[in-house]
């Protein structure tokens, strides 16, 4: 069975850094699509990046780059500029690109998240 399991989250000032990681086993990432999705207090859950399994990105609103490396089952999101609106619970989840989004297989294809708190 496909896990993920995401980390690198943590408190923040605003205009700092973070690497989030998220590690797939059970199998070859190079079989996935992978997206990072974000959920903040009260609001929906909202797509941040996704990278196709040939390593094609997409970006929403052009912030957070993703990259993947298959050797290690890793598909990273490099975050900098951090405002306290980014603070979130980030997820990923492995699935198909549809339409330049990532459409996860199910609920049993993400990962438990991680928590980005964006605060002076």
């Known amino acids: 069975q496909v896990q993920l399991v995401e980390s690198g989250g943590g408190l923040v000032q605003p205009g700092g850094s973070l690497r989030l990681s998220c590690v797939v086993s059970g199998d070859t990432l190079d079989y996935y699509a992978i997206g990072w999705f974000r959920q903040a207090p009260g609001k929906e859950r909202e797509r941040v990046s996704c990278i196709s399994r040939d390593g094609t990105t997409y970006y929403v609103k052009g912030r957070f780059p993703i990259s993947r490396d298959n050797g290690k089952n890793t598909v990273d999101l490099e975050m900098d500029s951090l405002k306290p609106e980014d603070t979130a619970v980030y997820y990923c989840?492995?699935?198909?690109?549809?339409?330049?989004?990532?459409?996860?297989?199910?609920?049993?294809?993400w990962g438990k998240g991680t928590l980005v708190t964006v605060s002076s």
């Open positions: 989840a492995a699935g198909v690109i549809r339409g330049g989004a990532l459409k996860a297989y199910g609920t049993d294809w």
